[in-house]
């Protein structure tokens, strides 16, 4: 898979903050109003607003308006890309054949 640095950069940056981490938790067991996430988390609305406008952002999550109030659902095409960017990253390619480093 041919990463898009920035895209990816993006993706992990949702998940570096222990609050959209426990977010995510949260989202984890299906959908949530933005309510239901503030009654849950020990943040202000605008605090929350942020984080999931970070999580949005990086295509984890997504958002649908209900009236006056958001909903949030974990996307399963943004999970599903930041789990093949982990595996991109973190995964020794065996096909390619490294050159020394050091020449003597």
Known sequence: MDLDVRRTAVVFKAF???NRIK???LLSSG???ACKLLEEMNITQPTLSHHMKILC???IVEARKDGKWMHYSISKVGSEYARKCL???TSANSTETSEPCCRK
């Open 23 to 25: 977010i995510l938790q």
């Open 16 to 18: 570096c903050d222990e």
């Open 57 to 59: 952002d990086s295509g």
């Open 31 to 33: 959908e949530k109003c």
């Open 87 to 89: 595996e991109t990253l």
